[in-house]
T-cell receptor, first 115, second 114 residues
Framework: EADIYQTPRYLVIGTGKKITLECSQT?????MYWYQQDPGMELHLIHY???????EKGDLSSESTVSRIRTEHFPLTLESARPSHTSQYLC??????????????FGPGTRLTVL | KNQVEQSPQSLIILEGKNCTLQ??????????LRWYKQDTGRGPVSLTI?????NTKSNGRYTATLDADTKQSSLHITASQLSDSASYIC?????????????FGRGTQLTVWP
């Protein structure tokens, strides 16, 4: 079992609320990722980080923002949640030391529902 | 365009039976291919990884094959168990970036009935 944690696991909120999804890992990995996954669909990369103070947007446009102040922590924030943000959000990390075996370890995910 | 296609979309089998899931990809340059198992409401967990030179890799009752020439992979599950019910996702990594970019299939939803 990978040492990567996400909280909360489930969140139901009203439109317009600000939320922060937490992700932390204890493996000392430099690279961290946020994915968005809708039921029956593939994972889409929305943010990634090479290390502290490094953040980049992924392939799927997202209104969320991320920060990487500490190696182990990679929170995702939505300033004003909307029903279109309803989805599962998965956090992952990797050590990235070997291109051929760049395994990403995933957290359990946060299921977000915006009413 | 780099893509990963999986079939079937869903599959129902009886406990104890075998099954094979398919994955076709167009990712280039190819680095490696993984099969992940994702239980409902959980994050994906890696089952196997194969690089260009590997044709087969086993992990218990899971056996993955790779044909890099035809860009096809399969995941064979033997003697299925109820706990095998999950989504199985084919993930291909390219060799072209330091990020270790992953391309995900939509998964095959496997249901094992008693």
């Amino acid at each position: 079992e990978a040492d990567i944690y996400q909280t909360p696991r489930y969140l139901v909120i009203g439109t317009g609320k600000k939320i922060t999804l937490e992700c932390s890992q204890t493996m000392g990995h430099d690279k961290m990722y946020w994915y968005q996954q809708d039921p029956g669909m593939e994972l889409h990369l929305i943010h990634y980080s090479y290390g502290v103070n490094s953040t980049e947007k992924g392939d799927l446009s997202s209104e969320s923002t991320v920060s990487r102040i500490r190696t182990e922590h990679f929170p995702l924030t939505l300033e004003s949640a909307r029903p279109s943000h309803t989805s599962q959000y998965l956090c992952a990390s990797s050590n990235g030391t070997s291109d051929a075996y760049n395994e990403q370890f995933f957290g359990p995910g946060t299921r977000l529902t915006v009413l | 365009k780099n893509q990963v296609e999986q079939s079937p979309q869903s599959l129902i089998i009886l406990e104890g039976k075998n099954c094979t899931l398919q994955c076709n990809y167009t990712v280039s340059p190819f680095s490696n291919l993984r099969w992940y198992k994702q239980d409902t409401g959980r994050g994906p967990v890696s089952l196997t990884i194969m690089t260009f030179s590997e044709n087969t890799k086993s992990n218990g009752r899971y056996t993955a094959t790779l044909d890099a020439d035809t860009k096809q992979s399969s995941l064979h599950i033997t003697a299925s168990q109820l706990s095998d019910s999950a989504s199985y996702i084919c993930v291909v990594s390219d060799r072209g970036s330091t990020l270790g970019r992953l391309y995900f299939g939509r998964g095959t939803q496997l249901t094992v009935w008693p």
